[in-house]
């Protein structure tokens, strides 16, 4: 009888732990089919590569991520289950007890180009350094934290802050990564100047009002610890703007690089409007680079933008927004909310992958309710001054318009790089 008393609750609780292992398991592999069928499989940033033979099924990797069902337990072996929700938090692989998880760029299908970067953010050119998402850290929280470490590596390097003619560091964007640097740099006293082409805040700069920046407490110089969870652009470009005027730190807005040549001692920076003789240089620029094209007819009129500054300017008018990731859906969904607004999605691909799941829902919520059309598979043929011409799988549709956006991406300053003699390796999901 004792036996029994002791034996019963141990049964229960193994009849509840394989309950538990099936549905799980259930659930897991339907949302991985589903993803395979709509063709939702490349991640579009860093992410992670689960090796079979050390996982142990525990679960830990799918509790840790903060997206939450992005990891996925199928027959008791960790998969990467939506693979588009994954945006490289990375806590998948510090939460695993086994080492079974490698984070990589790229897949065996795409490919993605990553400038060759040592631990301490150092390219193959001694003195120049990347941070944030050129090195493929698109996060604002990881892009800071690096800006913040590649200032203190570049603190060590030889000659640095010991005086002289040069400056310490040229510091080329202000994005997350730029940001950080320039109040790390500030903080050490060291001799530097930061260069941005655009404004403060880089690519968050650019994103559509009211849009929610996930982010994270993190570490900024001079400043402290920032507890952000879950905000706003405007609040999080509030608190940089305060902290800008606040520190004195001094941002030479306006100002692109052009070339960076070695010379004795360091580097020559050339800018549009100046010249810098340096010992180190950091860069911090985005991955978007020059904005990709259509190159169609039509293209250069006034009415075609390639990036949504305010979604209130195109109230009552025949929008197109062209383009299948974050930025296209965004600034889609954005315009569509507006009184008189009518929106199509012109996208050459047949899914969303590369896109996260709230915009996706964004999207087909504003389909449902007739306030915008989704054209898949299809492109651009011609734009004139009152219309557009799509081709959508051979079929030809013209649309009355008076604005286009391209969100298509942009072509990777890979060229300027090599040029500059960094190394820039491919990716194909590899570690």
Same mark, same amino acid.
Request: glycine share 12%.
């Given at each position: 009888?004792?036996?029994?008393?002791?034996?019963?609750?141990?049964?229960?609780?193994?009849?509840?732990?394989?309950?538990?292992?099936?549905?799980?398991?259930?659930?897991?592999?339907?949302?991985?089919?589903?993803?395979?069928?709509?063709?939702?499989?490349?991640?579009?940033?860093?992410?992670?590569?689960?090796?079979?033979?050390?996982?142990?099924?525990?679960?830990?990797?799918?509790?840790?991520?903060?997206?939450?069902?992005?990891?996925?337990?199928?027959?008791?072996?960790?998969?990467?289950?939506?693979?588009?929700?994954?945006?490289?938090?990375?806590?998948?692989?510090?939460?695993?007890?086994?080492?079974?998880?490698?984070?990589?760029?790229?897949?065996?299908?795409?490919?993605?180009?990553?400038?060759?970067?040592?631990?301490?953010?150092?390219?193959?050119?001694?003195?120049?350094?990347?941070?944030?998402?050129?090195?493929?850290?698109?996060?604002?929280?990881?892009?800071?934290?690096?800006?913040?470490?590649?200032?203190?590596?570049?603190?060590?390097?030889?000659?640095?802050?010991?005086?002289?003619?040069?400056?310490?560091?040229?510091?080329?964007?202000?994005?997350?990564?730029?940001?950080?640097?320039?109040?790390?740099?500030? +903080?050490?006293?060291?001799?530097?100047?930061?260069? +941005?082409?655009?404004?403060?805040?880089?690519?968050? $700069?650019?994103?559509?009002?009211?849009?929610?920046?996930?982010?994270?407490?993190?570490?900024?110089?001079?400043?402290?610890?920032? $507890?952000?969870?879950?905000?706003?652009?405007?609040?999080?470009?509030?608190?940089?703007?305060?902290?800008?005027?606040?520190?004195?730190?001094?941002?030479?807005?306006?100002?692109?690089?052009?070339?960076?040549?070695?010379?004795?001692?360091?580097?020559?920076?050339?800018?549009?409007?100046?010249?810098?003789?340096?010992?180190?240089?950091?860069?911090?620029?985005?991955?978007?680079?020059?904005?990709?094209?259509?190159?169609?007819?039509?293209?250069?009129?006034?009415?075609?933008?390639?990036?949504?500054?305010?979604?209130?300017?195109?109230?009552?008018?025949?929008?197109?927004?062209?383009?299948?990731?974050?930025?296209?859906?965004?600034?889609?969904?954005?315009?569509?909310?507006?009184?008189?607004?009518?929106?199509?999605?012109?996208?050459?691909?047949?899914?969303?992958?590369?896109?996260?799941?709230?915009?996706?829902?964004?999207?087909?919520?504003?389909?449902?309710?007739?306030?915008?059309?989704?054209?898949?598979?299809?492109?651009?043929?011609?734009?004139?001054?009152?219309?557009?011409?799509?081709?959508? +799988?051979?079929?030809?549709?013209?649309?009355?318009?008076?604005?286009?956006?391209?969100?298509?991406?942009?072509?990777?300053?890979?060229?300027?790089?090599?040029?500059?003699?960094?190394?820039?390796?491919?990716?194909?999901?590899?570690?």
């Amino acid at each position: 009888m004792t036996l029994a008393l002791y034996f019963f609750p141990l049964v229960l609780i193994l009849f509840w732990y394989v309950r538990r292992e099936q549905n799980e398991h259930a659930r897991s592999l339907a949302l991985l089919e589903e993803n395979q069928r709509a063709g939702l499989t490349e991640p579009a940033s860093l992410h992670p590569v689960i090796d079979p033979g050390r996982c142990m099924g525990c679960g830990s990797c799918a509790s840790a991520c903060p997206e939450g069902n992005v990891l996925g337990l199928v027959e008791g072996k960790a998969v990467l289950i939506n693979a588009t929700h994954c945006i490289g938090h990375g806590a998948c692989k510090e939460a695993c007890p086994f080492d079974a998880i490698t984070l990589v760029f790229g897949t065996a299908k795409r490919g993605v180009d990553i400038p060759a970067v040592k631990p301490n953010f150092e390219t193959n050119m001694p003195g120049i350094f990347i941070a944030g998402e050129l090195g493929g850290m698109g996060l604002i929280r990881n892009a800071v934290e690096q800006g913040r470490q590649a200032i203190l590596s570049i603190g060590a390097y030889d000659g640095v802050g010991k005086g002289g003619d040069r400056l310490d560091v040229v510091i080329v964007g202000a994005g997350p990564a730029g940001f950080s640097a320039s109040l790390g740099a500030m +903080e050490k006293k060291l001799k530097a100047v930061t260069i +941005e082409q655009e404004a403060l805040g880089g690519t968050v $700069s650019h994103f559509p009002r009211g849009k929610l920046v996930m982010t994270a407490p993190v570490k900024l110089p001079i400043v402290g610890k920032v $507890s952000f969870t879950e905000t706003t652009k405007e609040t999080l470009m509030a608190f940089w703007e305060k902290t800008e005027q606040e520190t004195g730190v001094k941002i030479n807005y306006g100002e692109k690089l052009e070339e960076i040549t070695a010379e004795s001692g360091g580097y020559l920076v050339r800018s549009s409007k100046a010249e810098y003789h340096t010992r180190t240089v950091l860069l911090a620029i985005g991955r978007r680079g020059t904005p990709r094209k259509l190159g169609v007819e039509g293209e250069t009129l006034p009415k075609v933008v390639y990036r949504l500054i305010d979604a209130e300017q195109y109230k009552g008018q025949h929008v197109l927004v062209v383009g299948g990731g974050d930025s296209a859906l965004e600034a889609a969904a954005s315009v569509a909310e507006q009184p008189g607004t009518t929106v199509t999605l012109s996208y050459r691909s047949g899914a969303f992958s590369r896109a996260k799941e709230k915009n996706r829902q964004r999207i087909e919520e504003a389909e449902a309710a007739g306030r915008m059309q989704v054209l898949f598979t299809s492109n651009v043929v011609s734009i004139s001054e009152s219309s557009v011409t799509i081709d959508q +799988e051979g079929k030809i549709i013209e649309l009355p318009n008076d604005a286009i956006i391209v969100s298509a991406g942009g072509i990777l300053p890979t060229p300027f790089l090599k040029k500059t003699g960094i190394e820039v390796e491919t990716h194909h999901g590899a570690a």
